[in-house]
């Protein structure tokens, strides 16, 4: 049986919401908690195919928080380069708010997870249910590869970036830590007022550009 403490889960977010999410937590688009003055990053065209995809539950799939299961996505390549009409953003504001399967557990939170993208139609959605079986399901060799572009692989990048999708807003309790890219971006966390042992500078989970 895994150590579900230690199945982290990561979401990047802008460190201009940080503030917000040390008071309100993490919370969903449409919760009466939302953050009214989030700065959003990513690629808008994959955040409207997730207001158009029904899951097997029936759920939209943009009804739940995403997380991913590691880092280095390619979604972050993305945000920092600026593909796909996506505005760049410096590595130094971009923040991993960090978490465990085992605190949403904990927190009560319903929850689905996939073994690869989800909007892709060969990605399988598991519930709950399976929260013990969750090393089986996803291919953790994939999501720790530093390259996802391979020849003899194709579906490796689909499998690189299974999901973790929570309903609900997630309480500021269930944040683990944070990871950075530098120390100017820690200073800017520490000075938020958060504990020093709950930010950590991790440039190996941003890229160089």
């Not at 683990?176 to 966390?189: I, N, P, S, T, W």
Request: charged share 20%.
């Amino acid at each position: 049986m895994p150590d579900l403490n230690k199945i982290y889960l990561y979401r990047m977010t802008h460190i201009e919401n940080i503030p917000y999410i040390l008071q309100h937590g993490i919370t969903h688009i449409n919760s009466p908690n939302a953050n009214q003055n989030y700065v959003a990053i990513g690629d808008k065209s994959i955040i409207t195919r997730r207001h158009q995809i029904v899951l097997p539950n029936s759920r939209i799939l943009s009804d739940y928080i995403p997380f991913y299961f590691g880092y280095c996505m390619p979604m972050l390549y993305v945000i920092q380069k600026g593909f796909n009409g996506v505005t760049p953003i410096q590595a130094e504001n971009i923040v991993y708010c960090i978490t465990s399967v085992q605190q949403m557990i904990d927190h009560n939170l319903d929850f689905v997870y996939t073994d690869g993208h989800a909007v892709e139609k060969f990605s399988t959605f598991f519930g709950a249910e399976d929260s013990n079986d969750i090393e089986k399901n996803i291919d953790i060799s994939a999501i720790r590869s530093q390259y996802w572009k391979d020849d003899s692989d194709l579906d490796k990048k689909r499998r690189k970036e299974a999901e973790f999708l929570v309903s609900g807003d997630i309480p500021k309790e269930a944040i683990l830590g944070f990871a950075v890219f530098d120390e100017k971006a820690k200073r800017q966390m520490l000075n938020l007022g958060i504990e020093v042992q709950k930010v950590i500078i991790k440039q190996n989970f941003y890229f160089a550009i």
